[in-house]
Every structure is written in C-alpha cells, then in structure tokens.
C-alpha cells in the first residue's frame, strides 16, 4: 500500500500512510467501530421518525446455519430510506415465536416503539404469517397500526393460485406459447423475424417456470385505480374512495397549484409528497401508508450475495 501510494501520490503522503497501524486487530477495531457508529445513527433516524415499515426473510448459509435479515423503510428529511436493520443467525429453531423475539429483543434493546411500524413485509411461508404462532401476528399483537404484505414476488404467485379456471387456462395457454418460442432458436429466431416485419417495439419474450412468477406480470400487468391519485396527484380523476371530501378538496387544492406541479414533474414522488405532510397532514399520512411499504424484492437478492463467496449459486 505505501510503495502503490509513493508511486500514485508521492513520498510525503506515503510517509503519512507508513504510520498508520495496519494489524488484523486494528482493522479489525475499526471496522467494528464503523459498524456500530452507522447503526447509532439508523436508531436514531428511528426514534425520530413517526412512521417505518419492515421487511423479513431467512434463509440457510452453505454451513447449515439460518440468518434472519430485517430491513427498514423509514421517512428521513424529505426523502424515504431504506436500510438493512438487522443481521443475526438462529441459533436454534426458526419459529415464529423464535423470530419475533429475535426482532423484539433488538428493538427494546434500543427503545425502538413498535407503535410506529406501519407496514411488515415477509415471503408468506407458515412461520412468518401464521394467524397464531406467526411473526407477523406477533409484530401486529405490539403494532396497532401495523398491516402486512407479500413481496412483489409471492404476490403474483398468489394472485395466479387463486385465478379462476377461465382466466387460468388462457395463462396456461399464453405460457406454452411463450415457453414453445423460447425454448427452440430457431423459433426464437423466426419469431424476431415476424416482430421486425410487423414493426414491433420489443422482439424476444420471457421463458416461464413455476419459480420465476415475476415474469407473468409482464404480460398481465395489474392496476390499481386506488392509488392513481398518489402516483399522479395532477391527473383529472374521481374522487378516490379512501379519501373523505375534505381530503378529496385538499387534493384538488394541490392540482389548481402550478408551482406544486412544477415541482413533482421536477422531484421525485416521496419527496413531493413528504414536504407536503405540514400543510396537509392528513392527506399526506395516507400516501404514507401506501409509499412506505416495501414493494420490492431487495432481501431475496440479498442471500445469494451471501453464498456466491463459496459456490456460484443461489441459497435454497
């Protein structure tokens, strides 16, 4: 390192690195050190935030041993973070019960209310969503406020379980199609031929499996008119449902505003949204409520980054 700093900088500033201690145990200090001042500063955004959302998996290292992952969606400024929590093995078994007390344990042991958690976020199998013995169940038992959620990546797979048999077939239909093209070059290749001809935009689809559900709502993109307002509060549009008339006359209030509009086309939507929460308290918390959530699938991709030191596949 000193010799790389000589050459790159010069000798003055490789004398100033000679002199700082590189051990094991230095570095070793100061990493830990790192990690517990970044972790100060999250508890404390925490504790000042009114609001946070969650979201939990675990999954199985290459040793056998099961790691919980907790992440946090919180509003910092005028802006929503999101950052991991919490990292931690389970030592013994991998409930329910186990999990919640794993995650309530680190919450009282830094006076985090559990009042303010909004929203939990999980992967839906039998130990996080139980209506008993489920972590989840536990998180809404100490969170009044608390709702819960799938990942984006179950909620399809739950969406095409429970889709009726008419509809069922015509997916099933549309997926050996897909499947047939994708599955054979040659096919493939015609296929793009066809497209170019026709003028179409894109020229390649997506080969379906039971795993990837994801790919399905490529297709069959879903809509959801409820939010329409959050994502566009400038659009000409009914009166939403969860709105009451005086929200609903405050939203129409933010579209007579030239400058607010300015502004969103300009920002980002949490932003536009965030620095609106004093004039329109109300209005703002139930953007909130729908902005907060996870909606994506981060701590599924965060596992395999876990085992790809090792082997170059995915956790089961």
């Not at 003055?12 to 201690?21: D, G, N, P, S």
């Not at 186990?98 to 958690?117: G, L, P, R, T």
């Not at 608390?146 to 048999?165: D, E, G, N, T, W």
């Not at 620095?275 to 902005?291: A, G, R």
Request: aromatic share 8%; with cysteine.
């Amino acid at each position: 390192m000193t010799e790389i700093v000589r050459c790159m900088i010069g000798e003055e500033a490789a004398k100033k690195i000679a002199t700082v201690q590189c051990s094991n145990n230095t570095i070793s200090d100061r990493i830990h050190k790192i990690s517990d001042h970044i972790e100060d500063q999250l508890i404390k955004r925490l504790k000042s935030c009114k609001l946070f959302a969650i979201k939990l998996d675990k999954s199985t290292d290459v040793a056998g041993l099961s790691i919980l992952l907790v992440f946090v969606r919180y509003i910092f400024e005028t802006s929503i973070e999101e950052d991991l929590l919490l990292c931690t093995p389970l030592d013994t078994n991998t409930t329910g019960e186990e999990i919640f007390k794993v995650i309530d344990s680190y919450m009282n042991k830094h006076q985090v209310d559990w009042v303010k958690c909004i929203d939990v976020c999980s992967d839906g199998a039998a130990a996080m969503v139980g209506k008993i013995k489920g972590t989840v169940t536990r998180i809404k038992n100490v969170a009044p406020k608390c709702h819960s959620s799938y990942c984006v990546l179950h909620r399809h797979a739950l969406v095409s379980k429970k889709m009726p048999l008419e509809l069922k077939q015509v997916l099933n239909e549309a997926v050996c199609i897909v499947n047939y093209i994708k599955s054979r070059p040659l096919q493939s290749r015609l296929f793009k031929k066809v497209c170019e001809e026709i003028g179409s935009q894109h020229y390649s689809v997506l080969l379906h499996t039971e795993i990837r559900w994801l790919s399905r709502e490529k297709y069959f993109p879903a809509t959801n008119n409820d939010v329409d307002w959050i994502q566009n509060p400038f659009m000409n549009q009914k009166k939403p449902a969860m709105l009451s008339m005086l929200e609903y006359e405050q939203l129409i209030e933010i579209k007579s505003m030239s400058y607010l509009k300015q502004k969103f086309e300009s920002g980002s939507l949490n932003e536009f949204w965030i620095e609106l929460k004093d004039e329109y308290p109300s209005l703002v918390e139930k953007t909130i409520f729908t902005l907060l959530p996870f909606v994506t699938t981060i701590v599924r991709l965060v596992f395999p980054l876990m085992r790809i030191q090792k082997i170059n596949t995915e956790i089961d």
